[in-house]
DNA sequence: AGACTAAGACTGACCGGTCTGTTTCGGCCA
DNA sequence: TGGCCGAAACAGACCGGTCAGTCTTAGTCT
């Protein structure tokens, strides 16, 4: 009889690898997915629960409150996000003119993932309340953070190209960036990084 | 009795404007307002009735269901935005140059108005479900009609402007405005349009 | 034995949508 | 001018379902 159980959950139970994540990392994930495919208002915590196979007891005991499951996954996203994001650049070559036209190629891999759901930040916003009230503050602030790591990145990119004004160009490069991931989150048509890659192109110029 | 009824009924029913706007243009008006304020999934049928001071029979049997109501107010909101949009830009003088650059004012008195609360397009592709499916097929098709339309007249003033590739330079000015509204939307930082100032002359000098 | 976890019943609120009455109001006829 | 009628709109009860969140029970590990 127990054995007949184990065996069961053990075919029942995906169990690819030998150990299986802890709970709340795969509350995380499948979170992530979920808040970043279907919206966050769109996505149940019953859903989430039910494919990480998880409680409710440890979704609460762990992070207390789905906001804060929220602000735990945009936090991994954005981080994850910012690490392959300048990984794909600095690997773009030595001259730091190049890594600053590698950022066109490195949308195009990100567009072109079997995943690309948009910002999440973009998202996260879209969807909250925009009123007078300027929504809420703390995804604001991560907001914040997340653009400010950006452009200190590219600004260390920027100087090292040469660039008399290293900040501006950076802020200037972000918002060709942010231009081809609204209107690629919109349309879903990857050509929009050809006409940024033409905006990219006259910015670095004239700059 | 009825004499106290009809002065409760008359001091509570809200009726300071002579002549009231028909039912269904009420509703309209009020859940244009809360959509784009505060989402469509987080904007519930009965507070956009209590608010217009409507009733559900008529809400359903004018539009049949709240999706349809959606379909209404963003065409309504798609309409208005390009109306007056256009109307900035061809004020912006006779010379079609002057027209394009006229772009960032114009978008700068979107963004200081009493209501801004970012694309509407955008914040509805962003709170519906971007799955493989590809989202509502009828939200993606009136993002693309509003896209095509602004595309369209940008590309007669930059032909009227002499550029030797109009279409690709509207599809350029079009991606440096889609930045500076994503990054508004994100940050509520009106400065981004100077950064895009700086992104959208580059992009005309180098056409 | 004790900590952790899954499972799920349960609460109160809200969701979109349907349905039944009642009120209001403008046109029509005498 | 006054009474009447029918369409439209209002009000709100009601439905099944889902929401976020709490709590109890039982099982599974070390």
Redesign the interface.
Known sequence: MADALTALNESTTVMPSPRRAPPHERIIEVARELF????I??TGIDRILTEAGASKMTLYGRFGSKEALVREVLAREGAEWRETFFALITAAGPDPADCLQATIPALRSWFEGARF??CA???A???????SS?GEPWL?EM??QH?AAIIAFLETQAQAAGYAEPR?MA??V??????????M????DVG?LD??A??L???L???
């Open positions: 970043c495919r279907d919206g208002h769109a759901y948009g930040f973009m998202n916003a879209a969807e909250h309340a925009k009123g300027g604001r907001t914040a653009h501006m802020r200037q972000l918002l060709v960036l942010d231009g081809a991931i609204a209107a989150m919109v349309s879903g929009v006409v940024a033409r905006n192109r006259a910015v110029r004239a700059g």
